[in-house]
């Protein structure tokens, strides 16, 4: 079955600086790649997602790149605010969704 | 009322307890989910409705046991659990089954389950 491995477990940045989440992914069939975030007390949300027939979408602040050769896809904010402190999750698809371990950003003042 | 409703939001019971979970969706979806999250694990599927009818059981202990009367509601029924069943049991929506392969689903805030 499809193994999704997500780092790092935990990353600290200043206000305004730029945060990267990384995963991997192991079926290379795999086809929708979605992001979730988790506030504190409440249940996961999507914040974007990406199709494998596109390499990078863009949503104000947040952007997903996928690498289908490498296996890999990554989301990147920038600009970070207070209010993105969150865990994220990301997950990948071919016929059944597998979830990654999670990220905890904390964003410092 | 609004999105995915989960009650209670936290719940403690003893291993020989039996309580249940309840989640009610107010966005029209067809198919209804139970996740359970543990710390440092990637969410795990335990059931799937779609149009009430249970599409998948991911190798669920018996002592974990769903109901779905209607595609509005779904009950997570509980029974000698153990204290490694201590988790946040997640409740999820989308338009249909095959959407949440790829298609948005829709989370509630979870039942913390405590198994003393």
């Known amino acids: 079955g499809e193994n999704v491995e997500q780092h790092p477990s935990t990353l600290s940045v200043q206000e305004g600086d730029s945060a990267v989440i990384k995963c991997t992914y192991s079926?290379?069939?795999?086809?929708?790649f979605p992001w979730y975030k988790q506030e504190l007390g409440k249940g996961p949300q999507l914040i974007i997602d990406?199709?494998?027939?596109?390499g990078e979408k863009k949503d104000q602040r947040i952007a997903v790149t996928l690498n289908k050769t490498a296996k890999h896809f990554s989301l990147h904010i920038t600009e970070t605010q207070p209010e993105d402190s969150a865990v994220y999750f990301c997950?990948?698809?071919?016929?059944?969704?597998?979830f990654g371990t999670g990220t905890r950003l904390q964003v410092t003042l | 009322e609004t999105g995915v409703t989960q009650t209670p939001r936290h719940l403690v019971m003893g291993m020989t307890n039996k309580k249940s979970l309840k989640c009610e969706q107010h966005?029209?979806?067809?198919?209804m989910y139970w996740y359970k999250q543990s710390a440092k694990k990637p969410l795990e599927l335990m059931f799937v409705?779609?149009?009430?009818?249970?599409?998948e059981n991911n190798s669920v202990p018996s002592r974990f046991s769903p109901e779905c009367p209607n595609s509005s509601h779904l009950f997570l029924h509980l029974h000698t659990l153990q204290p490694e069943d201590s988790a946040l049991y997640l409740c999820?929506?989308?338009?249909?089954?095959?959407?949440?392969?790829?298609?948005?689903?829709?989370f509630g805030e979870g039942s913390r389950l405590t198994v003393l």
């Open positions: 999820a929506s989308s338009q249909a089954a095959l959407a949440r392969n790829t298609g948005e689903l829709f």
């Open positions: 990406i199709r494998s027939n596109v």
């Open positions: 966005l029209g979806h067809n198919a």
């Open positions: 079926d290379s069939a795999s086809n929708y």
């Open positions: 409705y779609n149009f009430k009818e249970q599409t």
């Open positions: 997950a990948a698809s071919r016929s059944k969704l597998t």
